[in-house]
């Protein structure tokens, strides 16, 4: 199966001229599409999910994409060796037209999934060392780390505060409490807390 794959940023961006550079070229290279995979969203987002991480799960040995260029797959460096080595693995081909990059079966292809897979994990453990420095600097520091206690709670009170006179005027107007916390945007538990705090 040979898939095209399209990826846009944002909906202002046309799909048409990546549809037509990969039409063009498989006219030259005498090959058919077989079935199109379009999608607007970022390439920063997590390519599992993704339509392209839907593709990825069901491509068989031999099957093809084609993409305009490299960066359709994804946005860093990273994420494409991912990708590609994922690739490799499921024995899938992968064209791009304007870098003229062939991901096949050859022995330079298996040269560069083995760098691909092995830059992927150096990364995800930089990433993971790097996380564990950070935290462990802000304990040292004193910082106290997770939700802070009483966050909720602390939260549901400045929400109202400097309210009372206007829920004050608001119920003796006759409103209920749920009408009073539909107009301040709050729950009507969040409200009922904060009158019982008022009132003792």
């Keep these: 199966m040979n898939y095209g794959y399209i990826r846009v940023s944002s909906d202002k961006q046309t799909v048409e001229n990546q549809r037509f550079e990969i039409n063009n070229f498989c006219a030259r290279e005498g090959m058919k599409i077989d079935g199109w995979i379009e999608e607007t969203i970022s390439g920063t987002k997590e390519y599992r999910k993704r339509a392209l991480g839907r593709l990825l799960r069901r491509v068989r040995k031999d099957d093809l994409i084609i993409c305009a260029e490299l960066s359709r797959l994804g946005r860093s460096l990273f994420m494409i060796m991912e990708i590609l080595n994922l690739c490799m693995g499921r024995e899938c081909r992968v064209w791009t037209i304007k870098d003229g990059f062939r991901l096949g079966d050859d022995i330079q292809c298996k040269v560069l999934a083995f760098a691909f897979g092995l830059s992927a994990e150096i990364e995800r453990n930089l990433i993971s060392q790097r996380t564990r420095e950070a935290l462990a600097r802000k304990k040292a520091e004193g910082v106290r780390l997770g939700r802070p206690k009483g966050?909720?709670?602390?939260?549901?009170?400045?929400?109202?505060?400097?309210?009372?006179?206007?829920?004050?005027?608001?119920?003796?107007?006759?409103?209920?409490?749920?009408?009073?916390?539909?107009?301040?945007?709050?729950?009507?538990?969040?409200?009922?807390?904060?009158?019982?705090?008022?009132?003792?």
């Design 151 to 200: 966050t909720r709670n602390s939260q549901a009170k400045y929400k109202l505060s400097g309210r009372e006179a206007l829920i004050k005027r608001l119920m003796a107007q006759g409103c209920s409490q749920r009408s009073i916390a539909r107009r301040l945007n709050v729950d009507r538990g969040t409200l009922a807390r904060h009158l019982s705090r008022i009132h003792g």
